[in-house]
């Protein structure tokens, strides 16, 4: 497999799925209003605590100010705008089975300026920690902690590198291809803003936790979902792009360019690094009729003990914030 029979796999399941598609580009057309509609809702969130927020499609076409909480990998509560009072805040819902377990008073708890909850928050969100479906090498927690990771500006790989946020929280984004290639929503962990100038652009980020290293599956993966999106965002019209454009936080109104990313954890025994480079050139340089211009391949290491991913680093000559060799050419 390669490149072009993807592309070929996937059109030809999008063109057999018109309604599909439809229903997706409807759907972002609505996010793009909601998204425009809530900015004058929002207020400060205040404090920030550690744990991760984030939102789904849902949650945000409800355009309602709410967030998801959630903390190795599991959804343990949400924030709600509380607008009962002439000054907007924001109170936490904790989820109530994990409330239960852990014998705390019942919520609302006022997220912020409240001493008694703000000390009933921490102790709920550090006892979350030990509750038995939440994991430190959940999927979920590395996916946002590479989100964070490409807000920062100290990390010299991930620059001209942004996570597409709603109302400032992570997301993933729905396609109209499962991770197979059959029809079904399937969603892209993260879609990254690239580049600056010439290199704008976006990248659909596919992560493995800890312990997964097989490459071809999640590139395929990934590859699979980049085609979808750039087939959904690039042939529906103008008015189909610019809400694309909108939802994705981009005021352009080219055709978007989309590329392909695949994070795995640096395995100890170096089996990615030797492997990886001749799996890439297989399906970069077979490209047929897709658009897809640029695939890479980033690395993170996982320490135990801080519970944490950590150097994040591309593999030598497969660094997708950059422009690759042509595929017809044999430098990589």
């Known amino acids: 497999m390669n490149l072009a029979t993807i592309h070929a796999e996937v059109v030809k399941t999008l063109e057999a799925s018109a309604d599909k598609v439809a229903n997706r580009r409807k759907t972002i057309a609505k996010l793009a209003k909601a998204l425009e509609r809530q900015n004058a809702l929002l207020v400060p969130l205040l404090r920030r605590r550690k744990a991760w927020f984030s939102t789904t499609q849902s949650v945000t076409l409800a355009a309602d100010g709410s967030v998801r909480v959630q903390l190795f990998g599991i959804d343990v509560g949400k924030l709600s705008l509380n607008r009962s009072a002439s000054e907007p805040f924001y109170e936490f819902e904790p989820t109530f089975s994990y409330r239960e377990a852990l014998r705390l008073p019942e919520g609302p708890w006022r997220w912020s300026h409240h001493q008694k909850d703000g000390k009933t928050i921490r102790e709920y969100l550090r006892r979350c920690k030990g509750l038995g479906r939440a994991s430190a090498e959940n999927e979920r927690e590395i996916q946002w902690q590479l989100a964070d990771a490409l807000k920062s500006v100290h990390n010299k790989a991930l620059r001209h590198l942004k996570p597409v946020t709603w109302n400032g929280c992570f997301t993933e984004v729905g396609v109209a291809v499962k991770l197979d290639g059959a029809t079904a929503t399937g969603n892209i962990d993260l879609v990254v803003r690239r580049g600056i100038g010439g290199q704008r652009g976006f990248l659909t980020f596919e992560l493995k936790k800890p312990g997964e290293h097989e490459l071809e599956i999640a590139l395929q993966q990934a590859l699979r979902y980049a085609t ?33 990313v695949v994070v795995l ?22 490209p047929g009729s897709s658009k897809i211009d640029r695939i890479g391949l980033l690395l993170y290491k996982f320490d135990p003990r801080e519970k944490k991913a950590k150097s994040w680093e591309w593999l030598a000559g497969w660094d997708a914030s950059k422009r690759l060799p042509p595929p017809q050419t044999t430098e990589i």
């Open 228 to 260: 979808a999106l750039d087939w959904e965002a690039n042939e529906g019209g103008p008015d189909n792009l610019r809400n694309y454009h909108a939802v994705f936080g981009s005021n352009g109104k080219r055709a978007i360019k989309v590329g392909a």
């Open 265 to 286: 954890e640096d395995d100890v025994r170096g089996l990615v690094r030797r492997t990886a480079p001749s799996i890439l050139r297989q399906y970069w340089m077979t």
